[in-house]
Nanobody, 124 residues
């Protein structure tokens, strides 16, 4: 069992940066592929970024490519999402997720564990 807790959300202005963290419990964190999803009001939860269990492979949604970076620190059982050049359309609740037995997962159904979410609001 893995528990995920996001932190680092907040209210920022467009063009600035924010870093989300996701702390995981459990000794098997290093064997999980990890991902970030987001959900804006009235919209479906959508894929943002993913990283393989080794950290050697990543994938991004086109809407964040070049602005967001996902990384992981297995010694700290933590995955990060560095968000630069934020836009008002990035406003959403951001969820961290963990997937067993996969390389890089971009679909919601591939994930086994989810955090409670962190609100990110970008003002124009």
């Amino acid at each position: 069992q893995v528990q995920l807790v996001e932190s680092g959300g907040g209210l920022v202005q467009a063009g600035t940066s924010l870093r989300l963290s996701c702390a995981a419990s459990g000794r098997t964190f290093s064997s999980y592929a990890m991902g970030w999803f987001r959900q804006a009001p009235g919209k479906e939860r959508e894929f943002v970024a993913a990283i393989s269990w080794s950290g050697g492979s990543t994938d991004y949604a086109d809407s964040v490519k070049g602005r967001f970076t996902i990384s992981r620190d297995d010694a700290k059982n933590t995955v990060y999402l560095q968000m630069n050049s934020l836009k008002p359309e990035d406003t959403a609740v951001y969820y961290c997720a963990g997937a067993r037995g996969t390389w890089v997962a971009t679909m919601k159904h591939e994930y086994d564990y989810w955090g409670q979410g962190a609100q990110v609001t970008v003002s124009s």
